[in-house]
Structure formats: structure tokens, C-alpha cells
């Protein structure tokens, strides 16, 4: 059964399917490097992608990949819908929209590829999908994933604690950390690669920034900042500007495991 969590993390991401794709800058640019970063000759077979979204890094998979069988899964029936739209329903294109951790604890079958881009920051047991990955995947396979991690709008959280002296629980602040991550990984996988990068962004204004984040469905489950009223909005913006514009960081892990050594 999907947590009012997700319910409320899915709602966000159907409102924003429309606007998706003009507003995901970063999501875009972690997609590019997860794509361009699968080894050289390998060829798989069967691919499981984890929150399509609408479909820009499925895109990608299908270009490198055009013969595999792609089951492509998202847990918002608008961004399933957009994905859909932009790829078309060629053969081997297979599109579902299911909760990816419940999907991974049902599967009998092997993938060859399970992979997902900016997607697995919002699952509730990162533990218990890195076991069933590994259940699923076959025994050369791979599982390769970016995810943003706990320092992601950092500054957005400082600038609201110090300008406004209260504290804010971004969505980030749920996020798992690069330690985290890899030793969870390790406990699940034999041969574990994880680097972290850091993505800036750079707005042209507070509100510009915050309407990135609702437009692209990143405010998660949280209530993500405080009622702004104009004076509070000034002191926003007045500890961004003394620091040199609206310039935030994206923290972002990628993430490639297998079953062997080599």
C-alpha cells in the first residue's frame, strides 16, 4: 500500500508533469552524465528504469540501447503519460505506472540494467530496494542510479534559518548520505562505484528559484518553507544578495553495482 508520503510526493510531481521539462535543468544534466558514464560493450538485454518521469533519460537508454526491452515505470500516471507521448509506443517500449519499491519487491524475472536518474532520494527503504534490485538482477547486470543527496539547496535552508531565525525542513533534509548510500549498497552488491558531484545553479531571484523547485515537484513531503510573507521575503532575499546573487548547489550521487567482481 503507498504511503500518504508518496501520495502526496506523487501529487506533487502530476501537478508539475506539464511544466517538467522547461523547469529540470539538473535533472537533465544528471541524466547526460548518467547515460554517458554505462561501460563501454555492455549490452543489455532487459532494463528496468525506476521514475521515468517524462522520459527525458528513458530517451537517452533508448537511443543506446535500441533493441532491449524497456520496462519504464513512474509513480505519477501524468508523468507515465508525458514520458509516453515523448517516445511513442514503439516496440520493447513497455510503460507502467506503479511505485517502483513495491514493483522491485514483486518481480520473478532478471534485469539486465536497473537503473533510474534523480528518482531514489524519494524511496522510504533504500535498504530494502537495494535487496531486491539485487534479487532481480541478473548475474552480469547493473545497477546504475543518481540520486541527490542531503546537501541539495543547502543554502535555501541556511538563508531561511538565518534571515528568518527559524528552522526549515527542506526536502533534502531526508536525503541519504554518500555513506549511507554506499554502505547499503555494499551489503546488497559485490562490486560498488558511488562519486558525488556538486551541480550550481545560479537564479535570477528568489522567487525564480523557489518556483524551480514547485514546477519541477521537488517540494517532497515536507512543507518545505515558512509562510513568506513581504518583510520575511525581504530578508530572504537581502542574505542572498549580500552573498552575491540567488546561487545554489545540488548535491548528487551516481551509483553503479553488480553482482561480480568484474
Given at each position: 500500500?503507498?504511503?500518504?508520503?508518496?501520495?502526496i510526493i506523487s501529487r506533487k510531481f502530476s501537478r508539475a508533469a506539464g511544466t517538467y521539462d522547461f523547469f529540470s535543468h539538473v535533472q537533465k544534466k544528471c541524466a547526460a552524465r548518467l547515460a554517458g558514464t554505462l561501460p563501454a560493450g555492455f549490452n543489455p538485454a532487459a532494463?528496468?528504469?525506476?521514475?521515468?518521469g517524462t522520459g527525458n533519460y528513458t530517451r537517452l537508454l533508448r537511443r543506446a540501447f535500441p533493441r532491449a526491452q524497456m520496462w519504464v515505470l513512474d509513480f505519477s500516471q501524468a508523468m507515465v503519460e508525458y514520458a509516453r507521448e515523448k517516445l511513442g509506443d514503439a516496440a520493447?517500449?513497455?510503460f507502467l505506472c506503479a511505485d517502483g519499491e513495491e514493483f522491485l519487491a514483486s518481480r520473478n524475472t532478471s534485469y539486465d540494467?536497473?537503473?533510474s536518474n534523480a528518482t531514489l532520494q524519494w524511496f522510504e527503504d533504500l535498504d530494502k530496494t537495494f535487496f531486491n534490485a539485487a534479487n532481480v538482477l541478473s548475474e552480469k547486470g547493473l545497477l546504475h542510479i543518481s540520486?541527490?543527496?542531503?546537501?541539495?539547496?543547502?543554502?535555501?535552508?541556511?538563508?531561511?534559518?538565518?534571515?528568518?531565525?527559524?528552522?526549515v525542513?527542506?526536502?533534502a533534509s531526508s536525503f541519504a548520505s554518500l555513506g549511507d548510500?554506499?554502505?547499503l549498497a555494499e551489503k546488497h552488491f559485490r562490486r560498488v562505484h558511488c562519486e558525488q558531484?556538486?551541480?550550481?545553479?545560479?537564479?535570477?531571484s528568489l522567487p525564480d528559484l523557489l518556483r524551480h523547485i514547485q514546477k519541477t515537484g521537488a517540494g517532497g513531503f515536507q512543507q518545505a518553507m515558512p509562510m513568506l510573507t513581504k518583510s520575511r521575503l525581504a530578508k530572504v532575499k537581502d542574505w542572498f544578495v549580500a552573498r552575491g546573487g540567488y546561487e545554489v548547489r545540488y548535491e548528487v550521487f551516481y551509483l553503479t553495482a553488480g553482482l561480480k567482481d568484474s
Open positions: 500500500m503507498v504511503s500518504e508520503k508518496k501520495l532494463i528496468l528504469e525506476l521514475g521515468c520493447g517500449l513497455h540494467l536497473i537503473t540520486l541527490f543527496g542531503p546537501e541539495t539547496l543547502a543554502e535555501l535552508g541556511q538563508a531561511f534559518q538565518e534571515a528568518l531565525e527559524v528552522p525542513d527542506l526536502p548510500i554506499q554502505g558531484d556538486f551541480i550550481t545553479r545560479r537564479y535570477v
